[in-house]
């Protein structure tokens, strides 16, 4: 019997440690940038971070990224805190696209619109060398 050797990187992202887009981006921070200066703060971040070269995986590396706890993080970055995202970048004006976070929060209202979970998920899934497991 052949053992198969995986060269990809694990990481894992517990839900249990957060609750809050804040929370996830602590979490993240911890997780993918441990001994550098920098933490994610934004969406974007969060997209730049998991293109590697600048935290715990090179640009080249394949990555697994378990998400225990996904479940719990589906609720809470659900329904809610992604309204209250949409309601906060409202109030705040530029350098926001107000008429575009408007449409978003819209279709949310609508049942149509992603939640924040869905749009972190989105974000993974962009990036080719990164397998996502949710448990």
Do not use: C
Not at 59 to 71: A, R
């Amino acid at each position: 019997m052949k053992k198969i050797v995986s060269n990809k990187k694990v990481i894992v992202i517990n839900g249990i440690h957060f609750s809050s887009l804040v929370g996830f981006y602590e979490e993240v921070s911890n997780v993918l940038t441990k001994d550098i200066n920098w933490k994610v703060g934004t969406l974007d971040d969060f997209n730049d971070i998991l293109y590697g070269g600048f935290g715990v995986f090179e640009n080249d590396d394949e990555v697994k990224i378990i998400w225990e706890e996904s479940e719990k993080s589906r609720q809470d970055l659900g329904f809610e805190a992604t309204k209250e995202f949409y309601e906060n970048k409202i109030k705040q004006g530029k350098p926001f696209n107000i008429e575009l976070i408007q449409e978003k929060l819209n279709e949310l209202i609508k049942g149509n619109g992603q939640t924040l979970f869905d749009i972190l998920l989105e974000i993974i899934e962009d990036h080719k060398n990164i397998t996502l497991i949710l448990d």
